[in-house]
């Protein structure tokens, strides 16, 4: 199987029970919630002008690893 976000093989334990495509967790949750820059309040939702793009030096795996983290410890200061 191929996540639909971030085109990266899914593996049978990697699939998140939640969605009916092929799709890792932590992609899931990105397509859900945003990026870290719309998670952080940084992006054209908030500022004027932003963007919400990923980082560039990142996969998309990767930023939506970093949006879990980012929305975890931005709960965790709540």
Not at 18 to 42: L, N, W, Y
Not at 59 to 65: E, G, I, L
Request: net charge negative; proline share 6%; with cysteine.
């Amino acid at each position: 199987m191929i996540c639909l976000w971030c085109g990266e093989p899914v593996a049978e334990s990697e699939q998140h029970s939640d969605f009916k495509q092929p799709m890792h967790g932590e992609c899931g949750f990105r397509t859900i919630m945003g990026s870290v820059a719309h998670i952080e309040h940084r992006c054209m939702c908030y500022v004027p002008g932003a963007g919400e793009h990923d980082p560039p030096h990142m996969t998309k795996r990767q930023a939506a690893r970093a949006a879990v983290l980012a929305w975890t410890f931005w709960m965790q200061r709540q």
